[in-house]
């Protein structure tokens, strides 16, 4: 059986390739997949500044959400900024048995100005926590004063600094004159700026300590000094190993919910994509082998001798095509990565897992895909008579199977579930139904592939026959005698059709409805980015540049009300703004329903006038509020107001908000003209009265949507990404399907050739038939795709027909016609290269 079998590959070279080709690149992208999946669950991040520390204590990243009483539940969400620890903390973990010291580290963005002129702005820390990383003194004093620093040589170069220097540094807003009092670490130690641990107490407020160094006393078991240790401190994790480097870098911790969402969904289409591909493939294949399969029929082979013969041919390219996708998926995950960090999506420091275990499961899953498929195709063969062998049309009568009627329609109906519920979805959410919508939408799309495709020959048959006269009639008659065989080529180009068309232009729809609502309740004109920090004297003195009706800083941040119960955000933190209470009346376009914005000082909190009504409370009442960093509050309610429904914010007194922030800084302030003078003018007077700022930028409006937007783009960039590599997978499918339809038809093709058909005509009989199987297509994949579009664009109060939508549609089609031409008429001149005769003189 096994010679027959590498027989039977060597002379079907054409139509394995195809599987071939197909099992490579899906074993490749469930690598990929899988990759970014174990990463998220690893979160690999060797320490650059705590490595001397075996163990690391961090607050929990998660957040535990509250059910109606109060009490937590097992639903975790991520909290958006760092989860700062208590002073008591360092206290606790150094009586902890086997602990021989505790030392806490605390984080500050600075701003400091070069030599040249520019500023920098680098994360500060305690001087104490030096003694966890690479930074032995090398020359100097340690720094005590609350203007003494210490530097590592790789500020000391660019800055133009030795000890006894000064430098002027901003943090949070306060500019000072600072003196360098050493130079600590050595000239592989990362840009580190450190402060006396006074100054570091005073700056971390209530929330001082980011992370605590455990140094275990000699001959201690780590692991249990580690299992002690979080034990000790309710709501820590204790990091170990390579994933220490969350301690230096919250953007790590935060990183794995993308990382692991990313990688299931897009491993979900790509088994999708993968399993239609080749059951496609392998379909074809063994549907044009009908004559052959009789033969061996008529020779004595039983059913499952043929479908083992099937199989095995299938097996042997399949597993040989996964294997070497193993070797492809490794840079195509790097590559992928790579991007994705570049976006800011992970940061710089989370090392990619690429390891066994994302390459076995993808040569598990690639094999048992190709297996099933080639089950799956070769059901017929199994119950094929050896009459076949003698039938002269080689166009076996094919129908769907009643099964494949009831998933097909199954899944049908589960795509329009979807879809209805979209609707129905807050627009915040939507894409948690729309894509599975589209995925469920292309799966039953695949299962009745031949029945769209003979619908689609019988729309379609007067049209062409109206353009293309005989010939064209000629070309809808082929297709609709080989509806199955060719149904494999439209499944494939309404994959791309419906994957692409159906997330892209959703996404698109989604993105667009978000970046508006964000923006237009901020009615400001310029916006100032301060990268270190605003002081609490900018915000007036912008308000009293000439021209300027008002100016408010803007803090950005989440959280979640946890009393009185909130029932509205369990999925999400709530988005919070925070504002100045001066000027928020006037650089905000909320309508004001009670209480006054002018109110939100201290510990104050305003809500939508929607969202007040659901909680039953009234301007006056307390809430219980958890910041992004967990620490909780009472706030008290000053006003209410009107808001976008489904993108609701909340907002917080700016200094109030800032505070629990990871920066804990003001990075911008947003100011509103009083039209009195030219936008040119008032943008270099804003520019002068921030002069004095380090890396101050004044920008238009332009600046005040960019703030709202990189969220929205960095996530908008990774799906398109992702949503263009299935596209293009599929599109592979596309060339594979075509190419192995038309040079199969060598026999048909010469016959047309022998009785008076010239190559043109025969190529143009041949277009007009990939035509219609490729409009058919379409046309699937564009109702495949409305199973998303359509209920998003009702959810979020959308218009489908955007600029974004409509390029997204041409391109798609632009990618389906420069396919199919081009390979069909190279098919077609391959299939013609020799002449009728030799063609039919061999063997069928």
């Known amino acids: 059986m096994l010679g027959l079998a590498l027989s039977g590959v060597r002379h079907r070279i054409a139509a394995f390739v195809a599987v071939f080709v197909s099992a490579l690149l899906g074993a490749a992208l469930i690598v990929l997949s899988g990759s970014l999946f174990e990463t998220g669950i690893r979160l690999t991040a060797p320490p650059e500044r705590l490595g001397a520390a075996p163990l690391v204590v961090i607050g929990d990243a998660s957040y535990r959400m509250l059910d109606g009483d109060g009490r937590p539940t097992t639903d975790f969400r991520p909290y958006p900024e760092r989860h700062r620890l208590g002073a008591d903390v360092t206290t606790a973990l150094s009586s902890v048995e086997g602990v021989g010291a505790a030392v806490p580290v605390s984080f500050f963005p600075m701003t400091a100005v070069r030599s040249d002129g520019s500023a920098v702005t680098v994360l500060a820390q305690n001087w104490s926590s030096a003694a966890l990383g690479p930074f032995p003194l090398s020359g100097g004093a340690a720094p005590t004063a609350p203007d003494e620093i ?69 001959g201690a078991d780590t692991d249990e000094v580690a299992r002690r240790a979080a034990a000790a401190v309710p709501g820590s994790t204790v990091l170990t190993g390579d994933g220490r480097g969350a301690a230096e870098d919250p953007a790590v911790r935060a990183a794995r919910t993308p990382t692991i969402v990313i990688g299931a969904v897009f491993g979900g289409i790509v088994l999708i994509v993968l399993a239609t591909v080749v059951s496609a493939t392998v379909s074809l294949s063994v549907r044009q082998r009908a004559r052959e399969i009789g033969l061996l ?119 329009v579930a979807l879809a209805v519920v979209t609707c129905l979805m807050s627009p915040s959410v939507v894409s948690a139904t729309s894509g599975p919508a589209v995925l469920a939408g292309s799966v039953s799309a695949a299962l009745l592939a031949p029945a769209i495709q003979r619908l689609g020959t019988l729309t379609l048959r007067p049209l062409v026959r109206l353009a293309g006269g005989r010939l064209g009639t000629l070309g809808a008659d082929n297709v609709r005698a080989r509806a199955a065989q060719l149904a494999t080529v439209s499944s494939c180009v309404a994959l791309v059709m419906g994957i692409g068309g159906g997330n892209l232009v959703a996404q698109s729809i989604r993105l667009a409805a978000q970046e508006e609502s964000s923006v237009a309740t901020v009615g400001a004109d310029f916006t100032v980015q301060v990268p270190g920090g605003a002081g609490p004297g900018l915000v007036g003195a912008l308000e009293a540049v000439p021209g300027v009706d008002a100016a408010s800083a803007l803090v950005m941040s989440g959280g979640w009300i946890e009393r009185p119960y909130d029932g509205s955000h369990r999925d999400r933190p709530w988005p919070v703004r925070g504002v100045t209470a001066a000027g928020a009346g006037r650089v905000l376009t909320n309508e004001v329903v009670t209480g006054s914005l002018s109110d939100l000082t201290g510990a104050a909190v305003a809500l939508p006038a929607a969202n007040a009504g659901e909680l039953g409370v009234a301007v006056g009442d307390t809430l219980l509020f958890r910041f992004g960093d967990g620490a909780a509050k009472e706030l008290r309610l000053v006003a209410t107001f009107e808001d976008r429904a489904g993108y609701e914010n909340l907002l917080l007194p700016a200094g109030l908000l800032a505070a629990h922030t990871t920066g804990r800084g003001i990075g911008q302030v947003v100011v509103r003209g009083t039209g009195d003078l030219p936008p040119g003018d008032l943008r270099t007077r804003l520019a002068h009265a921030v002069a004095g700022q380090p890396e101050a930028v004044v920008r238009g409006r332009e600046g005040v949507e960019a703030a709202f937007r990189p969220g929205l783009g960095v996530q908008a960039l990774v799906d398109s990404l992702l949503v263009a590599i299935t596209v293009a997978y599929a599109a592979i499918a596309v060339v594979n399907t075509v190419s192995v339809s038309v040079l199969s038809r060598r026999r048909e093709l010469a016959l047309l050739r022998l009785a008076g058909a010239t190559r043109r005509q025969v190529r143009r009989i041949v277009l007009t038939e990939m035509a219609i199987v490729a409009a058919t297509g379409i046309g699937a994949g564009l109702a495949v795709a409305a199973a998303a579009v359509l209920p998003t664009a009702i959810a979020v109060s959308g218009d489908v027909l955007t600029g974004g939508s409509a390029a997204v549609a041409l391109c798609l089609l632009l990618v389906v016609a420069a396919l199919v031409t081009p390979v069909t008429s190279v098919a077609v001149r391959r299939a013609m290269a020799r002449r009728p005769a030799e063609v039919l003189a061999e063997p069928a």
């Open 297 to 415: 029929r008529a020779a004595g082979a039983t059913g499952r001798q043929v479908r083992g013969l099937i199989v095995s041919e299938t097996m042997i390219v399949g597993v040989g095509g996964a294997a070497l996708g193993l070797a492809a998926g490794i840079p195509l995950a790097h590559l992928v990565f790579g991007v994705i960090t570049a976006a800011g999506v992970v940061p710089g420091t989370l090392r990619l897992e690429a390891g066994a275990v994302p390459l076995a499961v993808a040569l598990v899953v690639t094999s048992l895909a190709v297996w099933s498929a080639a089950r799956s195709a070769a059901r017929p063969a199994r119950r094929s008579r050896a009459i076949d062998a003698m039938r002269e049309a080689d166009l076996p009568p094919y129908r769907v199977g009643a099964a494949r009627w009831a998933f097909g329609v199954l899944f049908g109906i589960g795509a």
């Open 150 to 218: 210490a530097i590592t040589p790789a500020l000391s170069r660019p800055l133009g600094l030795e000890p006894g220097g000064t430098v002027r540094l901003t943090v949070q807003g306060d500019a000072a004159d600072h003196r360098v009092s050493a130079v600590a670490g050595d000239t592989d130690s990362p840009p580190v700026i450190f402060i006396s641990d006074g100054r570091a107490r005073t700056l971390g407020g209530t929330e001082p300590v980011d992370a605590v160094g455990v140094l275990p006393r000699p």
